[in-house]
């Protein structure tokens, strides 16, 4: 057995009327796996109910008290997470089928069994059971982030609601985002929280009066300090969030600049996350290309202008060089084209 994998902590439980044999498998499996014995089937749902569920169990086919299909069919109902395999000397075609189809058997093997051949077939068990509970685990997180970015777009809606001209900006800002973040070759998981946090980086604006948010012309020192505080709104709002992203973060920092001329907290370089520097590239891209409240859209040549001019000093220089080749290439486009 040299070189196998070992799941020295994995609960396994073999059942079988013959000491001589629990005893066997005892000493073969002893140091591969957490062995437990059972002498019948009723012995087994016994250990199983104080013990709790077992990983693989392992059964023989004929005992007295109850034979292992019986068994393993009574366990499929009880614990249906548990691998279930059966070991028997009646190899015929008609046990093998009952087994599958009554017990939902994992494997179905022979007596005798080599020592290696029954230590392989548990170690596929606990594989194939790694695999089912990761399988959940994955769209029981699917779920969750399909549940919260349905909750995220409908505080979008929210102050878009408020606040017409912005309408799409935070999805548009989300996409470019997205866009840039995958040119960088960010890792899978990180994306998808830039991209919820890009879809509500405005949200704070839910606290700026809308005839600030709506005002034609130019902002007074102190309106503009009002709708600042938009950042820190924003990121209050979802302080503590349960999550494993830090959208609160980015929220905060989207303004922020490399040189600290930024706000709220005016952070330099490397204290900005890199989502937040990628946010801040694209929020500005949008910005500038749609219309505003007090102008129209400037178009894709001044929002390039605006990137060179502050690359490196007030954005990331790959987030801007990204940015510009993605406009090249014409994957951000002005409204209406």
């Known amino acids: ?59 023989d086919f004929k005992m007295p008290d109850m034979d292992g299909i019986t068994l393993l069919a009574r366990v499929a109902e009880l614990y249906p997470d548990t691998v279930r395999m059966i070991l028997t000397g009646y190899a015929d075609m008609d046990t093998a089928i009952r087994a599958v189809n009554t017990g939902a058997i994992f494997r179905f093997l022979t007596k005798p069994s080599e020592p290696d051949d029954l230590a392989m077939a548990i170690d596929a068990g606990i594989e194939h059971a790694d ?123 989207h303004h922020e600049r490399l040189d600290g001329s930024g706000y709220p907290d005016g952070l330099t370089g490397d204290g900005l996350l890199l989502q937040s520097r990628i946010l801040a590239v694209a929020d500005v891209i949008d910005a500038i290309i749609t219309h505003r409240p007090y102008r129209h859209g400037l178009g894709r040549g001044e929002a390039a202008r605006y990137l060179l001019g502050g690359r490196d000093t007030l954005f990331d220089a790959e987030a801007v060089d990204i940015a510009l080749t993605l406009m090249e290439e014409d994957h951000i486009r002005e409204p209406g084209d």
């Open 1 to 59: 057995m040299a070189g196998a994998r070992t799941h020295e902590n994995v609960p396994v439980l073999l059942v079988d009327d013959e000491p001589k044999v629990l005893e066997a498998h005892r000493r073969t499996l002893r140091g591969r796996f957490d062995v437990h014995t059972a002498p019948g089937g009723e012995a087994a749902l016994e250990a199983m109910a104080a013990r709790g569920p077992f990983t693989v169990v392992v059964s």
């Open 131 to 253: 695999m089912v509970r990761a399988a959940r685990e994955l769209e029981i997180v699917r779920r969750l982030k399909d549940g919260f970015e349905q909750s995220l777009r409908a505080f979008t809606r929210l102050v878009e609601f408020r606040d017409p001209y912005t309408s799409g900006h935070m999805d548009r800002t989300a996409d470019i985002a997205v866009m840039i973040a995958e040119r960088m070759g960010m890792a899978d998981d990180d994306v998808a929280g830039l991209r919820l946090a890009a879809m509500v980086h405005d949200i704070g604006k839910v606290a700026v009066p809308s005839h600030l948010l709506n005002k034609l012309g130019e902002l007074s020192d102190a309106e503009f300090t009002i709708i600042k505080a938009h950042a820190e709104v924003g990121a209050e709002i979802f302080k503590g969030l349960g999550v494993v992203w830090p959208i609160a973060r980015m929220i905060r920092e």
